[in-house]
């Protein structure tokens, strides 16, 4: 819908120092009544800083703000809210014991005749919130029951409640199924046509396109473009983010091929998948592809002995193995990163370096003693060779951006000195910047002699970076395509299951069914 010519917010020559250090320079921008606005940019970028300088969380190192023409001052999210002015978080914020309901009110002074709480018209109030979101969602249960969704919903609702005109959504999609994120972008379309304000922060460019009727991109704490989306190419985008464009950073290792470094043969496991039989030769980055569903990670942790297969057998340079558990994938030189870094990757309440060299206790503790000072070399090593940015290596690990959590999974997996490695989703909901730097190592490791299984949902970083691109449909290997003869077609074919064999049709899925 075309965008209204008078701003709501005003922002001129905003800036913001930390520790001395400028994160934000000098940031011009106006945002109109009724449009749904991005923000891009790398982590670090400066994007989120100027998003928290709106709601209050963080005050400007210098530069104003006005609203409506106005100038406001917003020295905590409080005075954000009174102003209209609300940030819904990537994870919901909420108290897990307390009902929907009183969720929604805490903050507002509505008062109540003799000091009664008047929870039947909260309530009723509360399922009118809930009806004009077109969602449906018990205003009485508590929080801790609801899905990550109705979570944002809620929250989507106190905006509502407290008559936001700016509602910023910072990654509101990440922990999002497909239908959930539909559901999101049409409430987010309503909002913006009722003359309301959406800042939408993302990674994921095919949301922009899709939602977003103008874009600012930050780069190096600087705002380098605006402009409508419908001008802007993905490649246009990324270009603006990180200075050239990805596919300069994209491309085959070219390292010299080996010898047959793991060999799967007819692996099953039942209403997972059957009869799987591949090899990754050192060397070799042989990619993974698949719709949502289709076996990908099964077939990756079966491997690993995460949950084995029931049949079919695993050779390791060419001797047949038995890998009961990751013990023993470790043991025979494999190593796993995980696609839930969240939840199966990290240990979030610990530090950087006791997560780095959790795979090797023999290294840092050589006679059942940990020896602090060898587990905090092994650490800056890393931190060094894989460029992690962080405060400090006792900082725990959850504290960091995903992008650095999943450079210090690898870096753990690397200090087993691994033969081969399963890179199960490397890439996902991380910014364009780290991916192209998980790119340059991804074929480092090739060309150092590693055999790569890359198990991605991004059918471009899978074109680019493999020698082969392996297909599974519906738990079975569908397809084995050369590097050079693969094309987003042929794949995309090879994954969708044909009539009478895997499905009712086989017509290319729903753009939201994979990433591309």
């Known amino acids: 819908m075309p965008v209204s010519d008078t701003p709501v917010l005003s922002a001129r020559g905003i800036s913001k120092q930390f520790g001395g250090v400028e994160v934000l320079s000098d940031v011009d921008l106006d945002l109109s009544a009724g449009e749904i606005h991005a ?6 970028a400066g994007k989120s800083t100027f998003a928290k300088i709106l709601s209050g969380v963080h005050r400007p190192t210098r530069g104003t703000l006005a609203l409506n023409g106005n100038p406001v001052e917003v020295p905590n999210p409080i005075a954000a809210q009174n102003l209209g002015i609300t940030l819904i978080h990537q994870e919901p914020i909420s108290f897990p014991d307390m009902s929907v309901t009183e969720n929604l ?82 409430i987010a379309r309503r909002l913006r046509d009722q003359g309301r304000t959406i800042i939408f922060i993302s990674h994921r460019l095919e949301e922009v396109q899709a ?32 200075g050239r464009p990805l596919k300069e950073m994209m491309h085959r290792s070219g390292a010299k ?13 039942p209403g997972k998948f059957h009869d799987i039989s591949f090899t990754v030769r050192h060397g070799e980055i042989v990619g993974l592809a698949g719709l949502v569903g289709a076996g990908r990670t099964d077939v990756a942790r079966a491997v690993f002995g995460v949950a084995p297969a029931a049949s079919g057998s695993i050779a390791v340079k060419g001797k047949t193995v038995e890998i009961a558990d990751p013990s023993d994938a470790i043991e025979l030189g494999l190593a796993f ?8 990757g990290i240990f979030g309440t610990l530090p950087v370096d006791q997560n780095i060299t959790a795979a090797v206790p023999g290294k840092i503790a050589p006679h059942g003693f940990i020896r602090s000072a060898i587990e905090r070399a092994l ?42 490695l399963i890179l199960d989703e490397p890439t996902r909901g991380i910014d364009i910047g780290v991916k192209a730097e998980f790119y340059d190592m991804i074929g480092t490791l090739a060309a150092n002699g590693r055999g790569v299984l890359l198990i991605s949902s991004e059918l471009p970083e899978l074109l680019y970076l493999c020698d082969r691109i392996l297909v599974m449909s519906e738990g079975e290997l569908t397809a084995d395509i050369a590097g050079d003869e693969a094309t987003q077609e042929s794949v995309m074919r090879a994954a969708v299951p044909t009539k009478g064999k895997h499905g009712t049709g086989g017509s290319p899925p729903e753009h939201n069914e994979v990433a591309l």
């Open 105 to 186: 009110v805490l903050g507002r002074h509505d008062g109540a005749l003799l000091g009664r709480v008047p929870w039947a018209q909260m309530e009723r109030n509360a399922n009118e919130l809930m009806d004009m979101l077109r969602v449906s969602i018990d205003v009485t249960k508590p929080m801790r029951g609801l899905s990550i969704a109705d979570q944002q919903m809620v929250e989507i609702a106190r905006a509502l409640a407290s008559d936001s005109r700016l509602i910023i959504m910072d990654e509101p999609t990440a922990p999002l199924t497909p239908k959930e994120v539909e559901t999101l972008f049409s």
């Open 337 to 344: 990163v995980p696609e839930d870094r969240a939840v199966a």
């Open 379 to 420: 650490a800056e090593k890393s931190v060094k060779d894989l460029r992690i940015r962080l405060a400090a290596l006792r900082q725990p690990i959850g504290e960091l951006s995903g992008g650095n959590q999943q450079k210090s999974i690898l870096a753990r997996w690397l200090h087993t000195d691994p033969d081969i």
């Open 257 to 269: 091929i080996g010898d047959v470094a793991l060999e799967v043969r007819e692996l099953s496991l």
């Open 211 to 242: 939602l977003c009727d103008r874009a600012t991109i930050f780069r190096d704490g600087h705002l380098v473009e605006t402009a409508n989306v419908a001008d802007l190419s993905d490649e246009d985008i990324i270009r603006l983010m990180i």
């Open 39 to 44: 923000l891009l940019g790398e982590n670090g």
